[in-house]
C-alpha cells in the first residue's frame, strides 16, 4: 500500500510540472510578435523563407 501511495504521488508532481511547462511553452508561442506570413520573410530572389531549410527557394542551379 506504501508503494502505491508513493508512485501516486510521483506521477501527480510529474503531471503538474509538465502542465505547468505546457502552459508556459503555450504562452511563449502565442506571444510571438512576427507571423509566419510577415512580408519581410519574403525573398523575391530566393524565394518564401530564407534560413536554413529555405523552403521552396530557387537557387542558381535551376536557372541554369
Sequence with gaps: MQNRLVTGGVAAVAGIVIGL???LLGG????DT???TDMNSISPE?????????YGSRSAA???
Excluded: M, N, R, S
Aim: charged share 25%; glycine share 14%; no cysteine.
Design 62 to 64: 535551376e536557372a541554369d
Design 34 to 36: 512576427k507571423p509566419a
Design 28 to 31: 511563449v508561442v502565442a506571444t
Design 21 to 23: 511547462g505546457a502552459v
Design 46 to 54: 530566393d524565394g518564401f523563407v530564407q534560413g536554413a531549410v529555405e
